[in-house]
């Protein structure tokens, strides 16, 4: 049987800076010191003008492409995690195709909000384990919530940002390296306490809908604070009893950026340092499905994380969905 293993890496921000004085003018209000002390997030990036999704993930693809050294014609299948497509339909994979010149691949978009990601990577990486026509999966996470933030939230406009992360997965003889284990879990009771509730056949778009802000990303009720730590270490211990290993035998974990308290909480109730929960919040903000290969890319590029790593994955979104995915880079 053959493996999946990581073979290229590649990740993207629009350029338009907007530091949190930024919000302090929308707004009308001082809120550079809340965002600073208790999130941790210092500015983020939001796409320019006549920017959107597909640009950033194809961004993103082409720098991961060149750095596993294989060109678009030979990927097999692009699987795209976003809840801000380019459009309701088509699919932004399939846009991605055509525009990477990737005529040898199929397409598909998943939607499991910013548990996404993980959710793709786990998806791409059964298809080469099950099928071996599959030698190449490019697999990206895409995020332009800026498109759908009410300027006048403070919950969510100072949160949420734009950016792009992919991932080339390529089939290895090599069981050991690669794909080691995953979950996906829900909590489908959640669905309606935060999301983008207009532009669906539920409320389809309306001047009505749009006059409301239905179609705007909304906090709609409270989650259960502890609820992300619970579930993030839960997973995170559950990979270990699969893998029979301990949490310090994991030399990074790449975790859902939302809430920089609910990492460390995880990091606390797993015995493990903070630092081992890479986070990129802090420059891009909250960046939903890309947040975690942005992450990954990161720490790839500060030399972080190297080859025999054994690094954990695990992301939650609206849904609630949750998913988690070992790999031996």
């Known amino acids: 049987m053959q493996n999946a293993r990581i073979s290229g890496i590649g990740a993207y921000a629009p350029d338009r800076r907007l530091d949190n004085a930024f919000f302090d003018d929308l707004l ?3 809120v550079s010191p809340w965002l600073e002390e208790n999130v941790e997030i210092f500015e ?3 796409c320019v003008e006549g920017q959107s999704t ?13 750095r596993a050294g294989i060109q678009a014609e030979q990927l097999q299948l692009i699987i795209v995690a976003t809840d801000t497509p380019e459009y309701i339909s088509p699919s932004t994979a399939s846009v991605l195709q055509h525009r990477l010149g990737a005529n040898q691949a199929g397409t598909f978009d998943i939607n499991t909000a910013c548990a996404g990601f993980v959710t793709a990577l786990d998806v791409g990486a059964k298809y080469i384990r099950a099928d071996k026509q599959y030698q190449h999966v490019l697999v990206v996470g895409g995020y332009a919530m800026s498109k759908y933030l009410n300027m006048a939230d403070k919950k969510t406009v100072t949160l949420f940002a734009d950016g792009a992360g992919a991932v080339v997965l390529s089939a290895t003889a090599d069981v050991d390296e690669g794909f080691q284990v995953s979950q996906l879990l829900s909590q489908g009771q959640y669905h309606d306490y935060m999301g983008i509730y207009a532009g669906g056949a539920k409320a389809p778009t309306t001047c009505e809908v749009i006059e409301q ?3 705007q990303l909304v906090f709609a009720k409270k989650f259960p604070k502890t609820l992300n730590a619970e579930m993030w270490s839960g997973m995170a211990q559950h990979l270990n009893q699969a893998l029979d290993i301990e949490p310090a035998a994991v030399a990074k974990y790449f975790i859902t950026q939302i809430n920089i308290n609910s990492l460390r909480a995880t990091m606390d109730i797993l015995g493990e340092p903070h630092d081992k929960a890479h986070t990129v919040m802090h420059q891009y903000g909250y960046t939903g499905s890309a947040c975690i290969p942005m992450a990954l890319n990161d ?7 190297k080859t025999g790593d054994l690094l954990y994955f695990i992301g939650s979104g609206g849904g609630l969905a949750f998913a988690s995915a070992a790999f031996r880079l």
């Open 28 to 30: 009308g209000e001082k």
């Open 44 to 46: 983020r990036r939001w």
């Open 54 to 66: 597909a640009d950033l993930c194809q961004a993103a693809a082409v720098q991961a492409l060149d």
């Open 213 to 215: 802000g239905q179609h």
């Open 299 to 305: 720490a790839w590029e500060k030399g972080l994380v």
